[in-house]
């Protein structure tokens, strides 16, 4: 660790020179055999992999409108070029999403388009070859699949999908990342990210209890597996036992007891991470999602509350009603999603992220804080990637920004926010999201967090600002191992509810 | 001459049409299998369409990430939007009234549209992210353009063609017989770009007139919670347990 440096702020944020070839590499470690046919990808790169990469390439072009779309549709207009937080922060030219997406784009005119195989040098087209595909692993993991640049390409053109693509073709041949896949061995093994079996959970979970008895000596209960609780909370793994992710989890359940709000978690879904939408495969995404399902269907739950996680928010706000039902409005006659939501009770939103049930309490006035438990504090927030442009919540737009703020306004009296140009949709991701949260990718992680650093470098220094609040566990782990790189003090990172924890005031029950 | 730019026209349409129509197609039958709208985004339909008319009309999301490109974008999409209106009087008899009260704006349309193409070419060669992004023929389709756009304007300020037999071939043309063409070059480079820019339509980055509107991270209302959205080869997924 010692000897990484951070890039320099840049003195007022100008475009940055190209530097060609900067992150050229060999990428993350490969998934080994053993990882990659736990959940049946084959073990290590296959021998017809041009063919089978081609034929993968169209049976995903026939499956998703995205994808084809956005291969036919880029004009090369330069919007996205200057957008993406890993090309600032590394200035390689192949991390503009633009060219980052032509890695993909370039076969596709070669096998897909007929300029391509008339005139592949006319049109940007070339073969595949074993240095593209080692390429495409390269720099299809120095994308985190935060859609920043979805949001200034004129057609809307998103790289997320094309990095989700190119990963699952990588998958299909044996050439996948050793961390992702890994952790989806871990989820269908164990039943969480960080391979924590049920003893050790429900271990964690009664010293938490203790720990809040002995600092509030209030019984404040982390139930787990509870048969015919309201509320089911799923949440990432690393809020059991990560820091400073594991102060929130205290929030959640302090905002339960005080609203008495009777709740369980799940040992047999005990995350609410979804790497499969990392690696862009459908199956596994279902599969995971599918075991929340079978966790509500079997504890009999009314309602599904997700803790704070920015991808995981987007796959359960955007996905779970399509892949497992945990939502409204299916068809009468789709048994399988009436199944589910004819148990779970529709005057609340379904799922509910943690954000919005903690503010509807609050203008119910079923919450009571003491603000100035929080007088030590000056916050900021930063807007996870994948709750920003990926999600909503409170059902109208922009309910994703203005919920969380309310919240830390609620419970604290010190808040400013970062320069407008790094917020709400336009917000910077914090480098480690995507599936790079690895320390294999640690040079790409710590410039890919430039963009975030130089703004909040600019709050703490204006308004010594001295916490910055998020609601996503990458965001948390990624933050609290760069930071002290950028010369921040790494408590300076924790979660919304971890506010609410510290002003909440308990032992009145509403 | 004459017969060969009509079999071309014929030959160009035809490839124009189906073309388009057949990447159409492919486009509407492929599902989105997941929602995937940028957000925040509308929750309601018409609220889609707002955005859509947004995209479409003012490329809102260009103007959020560079004012250059996005005016100089602007300025030719919309000034040549102008000008093939007010081509619209080769085609037509009686000219509509609108038609004509357009034709004397489509000229200073022209010129625009001329000064956006220049501009965002010396984009393309200058501004190095730009350059480093382009491929041959990106280069060559503004040099289309403005082949297009220059040969017009001579028409109209340097050397005058016939316009009143331009309109008899078209019109000609429209009921299957070929009529005479005045035998003018820059007519011909005119005409014959045209037929270029037909035929390669359906096949190149300008695809990306259609597909903006077959883009699911734009066109998609935001209410995945409120309603199930399933794909038939996901559904498929669920009746085989």
Known sequence: MADITPPAYRSFPIIPKLIPGAMEGKGPFVASDKINEAIGFPGHLVDDWHDKAIAKMGDLLSKYRSLKVYMDACVHCGACSDKCHYFIGTQDPKNMPVARQDLMRSIYRRYFTLPGKLFPKLVGARDLTREVLDEWHNYFHQCSECRRCSVFCPYGIDTAEITMAAREILDSVGYGQKYSIEIIGKVHRIGNNLGLPAPALIDTLEGLEEDVKEATGIDVRFPIDVKGAEVLLITPSADFFAEPHIDSLIGYAKVFHATGTSWTLSSMSSEAGNFGMFIGNYDQLRKIALRIREAALELGVKRIVVGECGHAWRVAYSFWNTLSGVGDGADPNDRFAQMLQKQLDHRYRQPTHICEFTWDMIQDERLEFDKSANDNLIITFHDSCNVARGSSMGGYPGGQFDIPRNIIRAVANNYVDMDPSTTHERTFCCGGGGGLLTDDLIDVRVKGALPRMEVLQQVTDMHKVNFMACICAICKAQFTKIMPIYGFDRRMVGGVHQLVSNAIVLGKNK | ?241
């Not at chain 2, 000064?115 to 990106?138: H, K, M, N, Q």
Request: with cysteine; aromatic share 14%.
């Open chain 2, 1 to 241: 001459m004459n017969a060969l730019l009509a079999i071309l026209f014929y030959l160009a349409t035809l490839l124009f049409v189906v073309g388009l129509f057949h990447r159409i197609r492919t486009y509407a039958v492929t599902p989105a299998p997941l929602k995937i709208p940028t957000t925040p985004a509308p929750t309601t339909t018409g609220g889609v369409v707002l955005r859509m008319t947004r995209e479409v009309v003012l490329f809102e999301s260009l103007f959020k990430a560079n004012l250059w490109t996005w005016g100089l974008g602007w300025l030719f999409h919309a000034s040549m939007a102008l000008v093939v209106l007010r081509h619209l009087r080769y085609f037509i008899e009686p000219v509509w009234a609108w038609v004509v009260f357009i034709q004397p704006f489509g000229i200073y349309a022209g010129i625009a549209m001329l000064l956006g193409l220049c501009g965002l070419w010396a984009r393309r060669l200058f501004v190095e992210r730009i350059r480093y992004i382009s491929t041959p023929s990106d280069h060559l389709m503004l040099l289309l353009f403005i082949a297009i756009a220059v040969s017009g304007l001579m028409m109209k300020f340097v050397a005058h063609t016939d316009v009143i037999a331009v309109k008899i071939f078209f019109q000609g043309l429209m009921h299957f017989s070929i009529q005479p063409l005045p035998a003018d070059t820059i007519l011909v480079l005119h005409l014959f770009s045209v037929v270029i820019l037909l035929v390669i339509f359906p096949y190149s980055k300008l695809l990306h007139a259609p597909g903006v509107f077959f883009s699911p991270t734009r066109n998609q209302v935001d209410n995945p919670r409120e309603k199930r959205h399933i794909s038939a080869w996901a559904a498929k997924m669920e009746s085989e347990k």
